[in-house]
């Protein structure tokens, strides 16, 4: 791989200055890096948590595409990179997109980062990484960490299929009709969370996906790192008393149970809802808790009211 040569303004050619970084108090120079968009991945709380090859491509490119240049500069000046930053956000997108792909078409080195972990998983870059491979540019990862990824390795929940969601809908109505979506998938389920809205949040999903294990992941990587753990109602009783925390967070759901367990826990609620209210009224409550399709509701539980009258003819004979 060849060096990318400066030119100067009267033409004159020169080397490229060589690009280095700091690690442990040594100054490391990094080697040339081929033009193209590099998507690195980023710390998600402790700096420490990153690759020797993404402080390798951050120190040799042109320029860093970030989310938020404040939370950039920690790392980089960190690390002692002194390579340019340029902001590329929802916001300014539109404008941003078509300079840096000019670069690119310049063959320029540019990386892409988000404020934290992976880009592009629940940040912004999708659409600069689909029309740098439209213009034919080349385009590579620098994998590393994923808050997603390190809450479902400490969550102790299955691991074997996963949906990540990402931020449910702030206004309530929304929420709960995703979460009756969602109650659907055979997989456990990766949300994000704020703070103020953890409570809510997970009351909400006590209500749609029923008693299911889950672990609160926050403040990963960092001095206060927490995993609670607990089902989801007893979750959301304890966010609600304990106030609002702070930090980042990952919800992890433990998947729905198995069919034949969910018809089970189905005919359940039911005959307790139907020893109450009218079957109408049972309906209309077992599908809010469950998440399940009011006509396959109305359908157990006339099935269920059905077998009900006809055991108390039998204990009538």
């Known amino acids: 791989m060849q060096p990318r040569e400066q030119t100067t303004g009267a033409g004159h050619k020169h080397p490229p ?5 700091v690690l442990k108090g040594q100054a490391v120079e990094a080697p040339a890096l081929a033009g193209g968009l590099h998507i690195v991945a980023t710390p998600i709380g402790n700096l420490r948590d990153t690759t020797l090859r993404a402080l390798e ?3 040799a490119a042109d320029v860093i595409a970030c ?10 000046d960190h690390y002692g990179i002194e390579t340019p930053l340029t902001p590329y956000h929802d916001h300014n997108a539109a404008e941003a997109r078509p300079k840096l792909i000019a670069r690119l078409a310049g063959g320029a080195a ?3 980062v988000s404020d934290a972990g992976t880009p592009l998983v629940s940040d912004p870059g999708f659409k600069l990484v689909r029309a740098a491979h439209e213009a034919g540019h080349t385009v590579t990862t620098v994998p590393g960490a994923s808050a997603a990824l390190a809450a479902l390795a400490v969550a102790g929940l299955p691991t074997d299929r996963f949906f990540f969601e990402g931020f449910l809908p702030v206004k309530p109505g929304q929420r709960q009709s995703r979460i009756a979506e969602l109650a659907r998938i055979p997989a456990t389920l990766l949300l994000f969370e704020t703070g103020p809205r953890l409570a809510a949040a997970l009351a909400d999903l ?3 996906l029923g008693t299911r294990d889950a672990a609160v992941c926050r403040e990963l990587t960092k001095l206060h790192e927490e995993v609670r753990r607990g089902d989801l109602a007893a979750l959301a009783a304890h966010y609600e008393s304990a106030g609002e925390p702070r930090g980042e967070i990952v919800l992890v759901i433990a998947p729905p149970p198995a069919e034949g367990a969910e ?15 009218s079957v109408k009224e049972a309906v209309a409550e077992i599908a809010a808790v469950t998440g399940r399709p009011r006509r396959e509701v109305y359908q157990r539980a006339l099935t269920l009211a059905k077998d009900s009258g006809s055991q108390k003819g039998r204990n009538h004979a």
């Open 67 to 76: 989310e938020d240049t404040r939370v950039t500069r920690k790392l980089v």
């Open 206 to 208: 006590a209500a749609g």
């Open 57 to 59: 491509v951050l120190a």
């Open 110 to 112: 540019i990386a892409l």
């Open 263 to 277: 018809v089970a826990d189905l005919d359940a609620l039911l005959r307790d809802a139907l020893a109450r209210v």
């Open 17 to 21: 200055a060589v690009r280095r970084y």
